[in-house]
């Protein structure tokens, strides 16, 4: 965090509005309430190393970029609060679904655009226009994973687990079950403590394949169980499954011994090859949350450079398309929260 927060001082210490006729007042917002926080800050760091590989020093100089965080669980609603009655322009980060969805309930009667680095629910946007995510909306990735269990396992039951405590879990969960309109998924609800209910180990045991719709770490109940039960074939998971390093979670699975499929929204393998470049000029390499965070700070360059050009300060809109990401362009639409990428969701076995 020191490198951080030695950026932070600079770019507050040396801004200043007389360097430029347009300076952005742009914030940084993370809560670690859902995710833990050394994966909170790898967002982060994919963002500082879009700004300094897509602008100039003077460029970074003359648009401040304020970082705060809160811990607790509606940090984030806080944290935004405070952003929007500060009149910032822009703020990025709030990276999970949790966070995003509290910082625009934060910035209701505020004119500050939120860019999420990484929230997936489709329930961005409901209550501004100015809330948009770099990834993909969970409606398209519960589309493409129910189409995946379809095209593969379209004679065979499977289950899906479903959580009641989680916004995540419970809203992916609830838009894959309503993919499938032949009713084909068994539905299992973990209990409170996030294990598999006993009167549902039969169905467990009789699913050719399972999928989870809910964050890793509340998955490891469930996957110890599985592994008590004796179940030994194929789990899909979900998308924020490849997110992190959740070293606990990633041993879980190898011991299960399970075939596990993995959708993930951006791989080494489709990443546009000068951001790979990039981020090893940093000492990075390329995970989940550095690359969404990568593209969160592609869109803020493109904006910082937009707002010089024009001469004079404009409300931000953040619509069209944005060259440069690591999936090579994102486009944004009017009416919609979630940002369009140029190469689709890929499954991998791992």
Known sequence: ????????????YLNSPALGQCPLKIGYGSSAAVLPKRHIEQFYLGFETALRSSLTPAELLNNSINIRSDDSYDGAYKIAKKFGEEKFDLIVGFASSHEAILAEKGLIGTQTVLLSAGAATSDLGALSANSKSIAVSMKSIASTIYSYTASRYSKKSGVIILSQNQLYGSKLGQLIVEEDKTNALQKVILDKSGNIPKKDHKTINNAEFIIFSIYPNESEAALKDLKKIGYLKPIIGNTSWSVGEFDMFKHILKDLGNKIILPEIVTNR???????VNLKKQGFTATTERLLGYDAGVVVSHLIRSCEKQGNVQPVKIRGCYEGTSMGAICFTDGTAHGTHSKPIQFIER
């Open 270 to 276: 489709s990443v546009q090859p000068e951001v790979l």
């Open 1 to 12: 965090m020191n490198r951080l927060l030695f950026l932070v001082f600079i770019f507050l």
